[in-house]
């Protein structure tokens, strides 16, 4: 006779396995180009639906021949040139406003603020908190639950 308790058990451990490989095996891509477009289909034919700009953070969904089906911070969904997306990592900011400290934590020095929406290169990952760069500026550290990528 079967075991239910045990066969349940090993179901659960079977399915956060599945859920934790899932997660890991999130594809990130960031635009490579100064401006692309992300279409409505997977094909120039396709309707613009939004312009990204270079280092915008996109997740792979799917794939069709040379084209990534994309998800953006705000659950917007298109199509994009894979030619034109590299792997370099970045993120935005999807609070209304962060602020970018001298070190990792809420005690540490505010050397600015990010805005909503703003594009930052990740550098470096510790604990709860992601090291950005602005384009070609300030450097420093933001709380990870206020941002969306890498």
Same mark, same amino acid.
């Given at each position: 006779? !079967?075991? !239910? +308790?045990?066969?349940?058990?090993?179901?659960?451990?079977? %399915?956060? =396995?599945?859920?934790?490989?899932? !997660?890991? =095996?999130? /594809?990130?891509?960031?635009?490579? +180009?100064? $401006?692309?477009?992300?279409r409505a289909g997977a094909g120039t034919q396709h309707a613009t639906l939004w312009t990204l700009t270079r280092g915008y953070p996109l997740e792979v %969904?799917? &794939? $069709?021949? $040379?084209?990534?089906?994309? &998800?953006?911070?705000?659950?917007? #969904?298109?199509? #994009?040139?894979?030619?034109?997306?590299? +792997?370099?990592? @970045?993120?935005?900011?999807?609070?209304?406003?962060?602020?970018? *400290?001298? =070190?990792?934590? %809420? *005690?540490?020095?505010?050397?600015?603020? =990010?805005? @909503?929406? /703003?594009?930052?290169? %990740?550098? /470096? @990952? &510790?604990?709860?908190?992601? *090291? #950005? $760069?602005? /384009?070609?500026?300030?450097?420093?550290?933001?709380?990870?639950?206020? !941002?969306?990528?890498?």
């Amino acid at each position: 006779m !079967l075991n !239910l +308790k045990k066969w349940s058990r090993g179901l659960l451990a079977i %399915t956060l =396995a599945a859920s934790a490989a899932a !997660l890991q =095996a999130r /594809e990130m891509v960031s635009v490579a +180009k100064a $401006q692309i477009n992300m279409r409505a289909g997977a094909g120039t034919q396709h309707a613009t639906l939004w312009t990204l700009t270079r280092g915008y953070p996109l997740e792979v %969904t799917g &794939r $069709q021949g $040379q084209w990534y089906k994309v &998800r953006d911070f705000e659950n917007d #969904v298109g199509w #994009v040139y894979r030619p034109l997306v590299g +792997k370099t990592p @970045h993120v935005v900011v999807k609070s209304r406003v962060a602020n970018v *400290r001298s =070190a990792p934590g %809420t *005690r540490s020095r505010i050397l600015g603020k =990010a805005d @909503h929406g /703003e594009v930052l290169r %990740t550098l /470096e @990952h &510790r604990n709860d908190w992601v *090291r #950005v $760069q602005r /384009e070609g500026g300030l450097k420093g550290w933001i709380a990870r639950r206020l !941002l969306w990528g890498w």
